[in-house]
């Protein structure tokens, strides 16, 4: 079968909540009607690092971004995000499609459209310099599967469709 050739960057936990701290996950699992949207679109899902998880594993607390914003959380937000333009550039070069980056509203690491997290400054940064530019849009706070997420999975659609 021909594949799509194009492709969304998203942040870990779109696919899988249990990564996030314990009493905010919003799903089992993955979002899944964010994932059934990408997935009606034909739509390949390049799902990146949980930069909390790594640095501080599945027992953290909800912290800050001024409390991660340290040199080591940095050094891995920027281990993440060359490793992630490396794999942006491979698929351009060759012809892909990169659809865009969904990030997660006030996560202190995730965060694109508002206050911006440590993650995605270092990945927008790597990415400008580096010539790609991207379509953005955040999972809201308030968004949950179902009834609750109808207006998000309207604007991802928009979104995918762009
Ligand atoms: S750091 Fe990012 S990927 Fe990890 S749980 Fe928070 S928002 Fe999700």
Redesign the pocket.
């Known amino acids: 079968m021909e594949r799509s050739k194009r492709v969304v960057f998203i942040?870990?936990?779109i696919l899988n909540q249990n990564?996030?701290?314990p009493p905010l996950a919003r799903a089992k699992g993955p979002y899944r009607d964010i994932i059934e949207e990408i997935m009606n679109h034909g739509i390949g899902i390049h799902q990146m690092p949980?930069?909390?998880?790594r640095y501080l594993g599945l027992k953290r607390k909800p912290m800050t971004k001024s409390e991660y914003d340290t040199e080591d959380f940095r050094k891995l937000c920027r281990e993440i995000s060359k490793d992630t333009v490396n794999i942006m550039k491979e698929y351009l070069n060759s012809g892909y499609e990169i659809i865009g980056l969904i990030g997660?509203n006030h996560?202190p690491?995730?965060s694109i459209m508002g206050n911006r997290?440590i993650?995605m400054e270092e990945l927008l940064d790597l990415a400008y310099k580096s010539g790609i530019k991207l379509n953005l849009v955040d999972v809201p706070t308030d968004y949950y599967d179902g009834e609750r997420g109808k207006e998000f999975i309207a604007e991802l659609k928009a979104f995918l469709n762009n």
Do not use: A, F
Request: aromatic share 6%; net charge negative; hydrophobic share 25%.
């Open positions: 942040s870990h936990c990564t996030v701290v949980c930069p909390e998880y997660i996560s690491s995730c997290g993650l």
